[in-house]
């Protein structure tokens, strides 16, 4: 196990090689610089501004020392649109934030989602399994753009039991994180509800019952276990989508996390920004999918690492 | 010997959205303790659903026990409450399923699936409960028992495991232990040496036996008595050399007609029964085997026959007597 950890962990090297390779190349591949404006600048500015970050050299020369930068001295270059800032500060400042929110709307997930699916498998065709499934279908089908301002409406601005905006006190966090998670809590309670309705018709769920088990010990120690394997595969995207921030929900709120620079630093040509946020996500979606995949050995004993 | 169990107009049905499906139509049958019942029929004729209405383990919805009494020692096990079914199921008797592949759960060890229904019924803690899966393992003849017990079963090949579900079902003693085609998922090697060993079982510790099967030649190796079913009925019982020296329905005649037999002429055919089962939705009115059946007369297909005994201990539902095989 030990190895197979050491060995999934030296594979995210090339991982990490392959993904800077192609979004350098796509990003300068993309028509346009940092440094056009609606009115432009003079020619003789640009050149010196793109001589200033090396932007006049080859490519390939480029990014050998963009890379040697973060290798040698963990320095994910300037931020062109400000002058006092770089990449680093970016990441200090505005990751601790989205990952707050991350993971708070991944604890609303899980709490509302894992719930509400078994609810929902166990009394199949009730009263219980429509209202959790309509919950679900309204999560899903609901973007966060819509139901950001209702939450902020009803209750911010109506009930007032919440402030409308901002970040930083525990009252502030709650209904972004639930806009945030309610997405996430639907997909959950969806696909919980399908695995445990697959599991219990299982031979060994029969076997379980003809042993004379109650139902709670039916469910809790042969159907659980069992129906968490599907789900712990969805797990390790949806971590890393949410911890590296979301654009719609921090701008609704006027949360300063990640987010924002994940969309402005694409279309302002922002390159360095644009590597850093997206090596940062693959950097959490690997290591997230190495814990999913450490999970399945713990539910499964049928799956062994060697 | 006493009755240990008295089932009367067992009726089971499914209802889906096609219809309802007529899966066990009243059927009556008594075991003895300490017997052997085999009971054989093709698929979907209602032999695994009537021992499941038994132990009230027909998923519902889609299926309801409509009708009928099951006395089990002085009680209706068709009348208890949840909390009371629990208690015999896994205890008093005890039931093993058709795929051992599938009927252990993949993600708990041997151990703890054993050890739970020691626990529930006869109150162990976990250390008795360990010692007596152990010896549970050695009983049904499983090699290293004591370093096995915590393996998962996914490390045991499909003999083996189904040694381990008779293991489950025998831990609590029980008085009736149904086995619903345990061997049909296994090879025939295998199959015989499960069958012997439960054939061993049975004399040391002296419980009845339900053995649900398709297989003729294991009934004939392993019952006392036999209940061929089709359709949802019980058509014939009689004691195994009854059945097979003087089958007296025209479907266990078709059933052993279409037998291969060592000592027959090489060139024999197999006479098989022609055409399929009827739709248990849509039952026709008479005789279900009617269509089927050669020896057929009107009266067949207006009025279904009705259990009736023909000879000591043998009881046959038809209007035609068709001993030995002639009209």
């Known amino acids: 196990m030990f190895r197979y950890i050491v060995r999934r962990l030296l594979w995210m090297i090339p991982v990490l090689f392959f993904i800077s390779v192609i979004t350098f190349s796509l990003a300068h591949a993309v028509p346009g610089g940092p440094f056009d404006r609606e009115k432009a600048l003079p020619a003789e500015i640009i ?3 793109n001589k200033y970050y090396g932007l006049d050299q080859p490519v390939w020369k480029q990014y050998v020392k963009y890379m040697s930068d973060i290798l040698l001295r963990f320095d994910f270059g300037p931020v062109y649109s400000s002058r006092s800032r770089r990449v680093n500060d970016i990441f200090r400042d505005h990751l601790p934030i989205s990952a707050q929110l991350g993971v708070l709307a991944m604890l609303i997930a899980l709490g509302i989602g894992i719930p509400l699916g078994i609810l929902a498998a166990l009394k199949q065709n009730s009263f219980w399994d429509y209202l959790g499934m309509a919950v679900a279908i309204f999560g899903v089908s609901v973007p966060g753009i819509v139901l950001g301002p209702l939450l902020i409406l009803i ?6 039991w919440f402030p409308v905006a901002g970040w930083g006190t525990p009252a502030k966090m709650v209904l972004p994180s639930i806009a945030l998670g309610m997405r996430e809590s639907a997909i959950i309670a969806r696909l919980t509800r399908a695995s445990m309705l697959q599991v219990i018709r299982e031979d060994y769920i029969r076997t379980a019952r003809a042993k004379g088990l109650t139902e ?10 069992n129906a968490f394997i599907p789900v712990a595969t969805i797990l ?4 890393a989508v949410l911890v590296t921030g979301t654009f719609v929900i921090e701008q609704i709120f006027a949360i300063p996390g990640m987010g924002k620079y994940f969309i402005t630093s694409i279309t302002n040509r922002d390159y360095p920004v644009v590597m850093g946020t997206i090596l940062l996500y693959a950097v959490f979606l690997v290591i997230a999918n190495l814990a999913v995949d450490i999970t399945y050995a713990f539910l499964d004993p049928r799956i062994r690492y060697t | 010997m006493g009755t240990l169990l008295q089932v009367k107009g067992l009726k089971t049905q499914f209802f889906t959205q096609d219809g309802v499906v007529n899966a066990v139509n009243g059927i009556d049958f008594d075991l003895n303790e300490g017997e052997t019942l085999g009971i054989v029929g093709e698929s979907g004729c209602g032999k695994s659903v009537s021992v499941l209405s038994l132990m009230r383990l027909i998923p519902s919805p889609p299926g309801r026990i409509v009708g009928g009494e099951a006395w089990f020692q002085g009680r209706d096990l068709l009348k ?11 205890n008093k008797i005890a039931m093993i399923f058709q795929d051992p592949m599938t009927s252990l759960n993949p993600v708990l060890t041997i151990n703890q699936q054993v050890s739970e229904a020691l626990e529930l019924h006869l109150g162990m803690d976990k250390r008795q409960a360990r010692k007596r899966t152990i010896e549970l393992l050695e009983m049904v003849r499983i090699p290293d028992a004591a370093n096995r017990v915590d393996d998962y079963p996914h490390q045991f090949s499909g003999g083996m495991r189904q040694r ?7 831990s609590c003693n029980p008085q009736l232990l149904i086995a619903d085609e345990p061997t049909t998922a296994l090879d025939v090697t295998i199959q015989a040496q499960i069958i012997d060993l439960v054939k061993q079982l049975k004399k040391e510790i002296g419980m ?7 297989d003729l030649g294991v009934v004939a190796g392993l019952a006392d008595r036999v209940n061929v079913m089709y359709a949802g009925y019980i058509v014939e019982s009689a004691d195994v050399k009854d059945m097979y020296a003087d089958p007296r329905h025209p479907y266990t005649l078709g059933l052993l007609g279409s037998i291969p037999r060592l000592d027959a002429e090489r060139k024999a055919k197999l006479t098989p029964i022609e055409g399929l089962p009827p739709d248990l939705i849509d039952m026709p009115p008479g005789c279900p085997f009617a269509p089927r059946c050669r020896y057929a007369i009107d009266r067949c297909l207006e009025e279904n026959p009705k259990l009736e005994t023909v000879a000591r201990r043998h009881s046959v539902a038809c209007w035609v007597d ?3 095989g002639k009209r």
């Not at chain 2, 381990?164 to 025998?170: D, K, R, S």
């Not at chain 2, 009845?208 to 398709?214: M, S």
Request: cysteine-free; aromatic content about 6%.
């Open chain 1, 47 to 49: 050149a010196n501004l």
């Open chain 1, 155 to 160: 209750f911010a601005l109506t009930l007032k």
């Open chain 1, 216 to 225: 709670r010990a039916v469910m809790i120690r042969h159907a659980l276990k």
């Open chain 1, 236 to 239: 390790g995207p949806m971590f």
């Open chain 2, 80 to 90: 208890m409450s949840e909390e009371e079914i629990r208690s015999v199921r896994g």
């Open chain 2, 164 to 170: 381990v579900m008779i293991a489950m079902g025998l």
């Open chain 2, 208 to 214: 009845a036996v339900i053995w649900i099967t398709h």
């Open chain 2, 322 to 324: 068709v001993t030995g």
